[in-house]
């Protein structure tokens, strides 16, 4: 009787997991940067990628637990699978709505599956893996806005680019400590 409890009981978590992963394909067709011409559109499911493939580089140089910084890398935009991407200008521009936003991101956080949730609630953190996330976050929007200048769109994607690079030089500043290589300087 308990073994067929304990298969019972793998098989309703099973089909879960099946349907969380199904569930999270809409991530592919969410596009980032949807409210300004762009000449190739970016999902947040390509983007998530990115950010995971900056941690793992960014491991190059810095010290941090790299697999608790991938699942966060990972889990970092879930959330965008109930409330779409809202881009940072829109957040900027309307600081209420941006409060609404980070206030139904946490509550969506505390649904996921357990494993998810722990890699979202990293990026909340302000540990040194949620501040390589939130780096890798910054280069990715380098790499997007600076390919997309590449093709010729500037106007906005310059402002993206400035934006996320700020960021990111505020991030490297703050993770100074955590290099695995300290510059050395020659008068």
């Known amino acids: 009787m308990v073994r067929v409890l304990a298969m019972s009981d793998f098989s309703s978590k099973f089909k879960a997991v099946e349907e969380f992963y199904d569930e999270a394909y809409s991530l592919a067709h969410i596009i980032r940067y949807s409210m300004k011409p762009v000449l190739r559109q970016e999902s947040v499911a390509e983007h998530s990628y990115f950010v995971a493939l900056g941690v793992i580089l960014l491991h190059e140089v810095y010290h941090f637990d790299l697999s608790l910084a991938l699942l966060s890398a990972v889990a970092h935009d879930i959330p965008e699978m109930e409330i779409s991407d809202v881009n940072h200008l829109v957040k900027k521009r309307f600081p209420s709505l941006a409060s609404a936003i980070k206030d139904a991101e946490l509550s969506i956080i505390e649904t996921l599956p ?5 890699g979202a ?3 909340e953190n302000g540990s040194t893996e949620a501040k390589i996330v939130h780096l890798a976050d910054a280069m990715q929007c380098m790499q997007y806005s600076s390919n997309e200048m590449k093709m010729g769109n500037t106007g906005y994607m310059e402002e993206v680019y400035q934006n996320s690079s700020r960021r990111a030089e505020a991030l490297h ?4 400590g955590c290099r695995k290589w300290k510059e050395s300087y020659q008068d």
């Open 173 to 176: 500043e703050d993770l100074k």
């Open 114 to 118: 357990a494993t998810l949730r722990t």
């Open 121 to 123: 609630n990293i990026y």
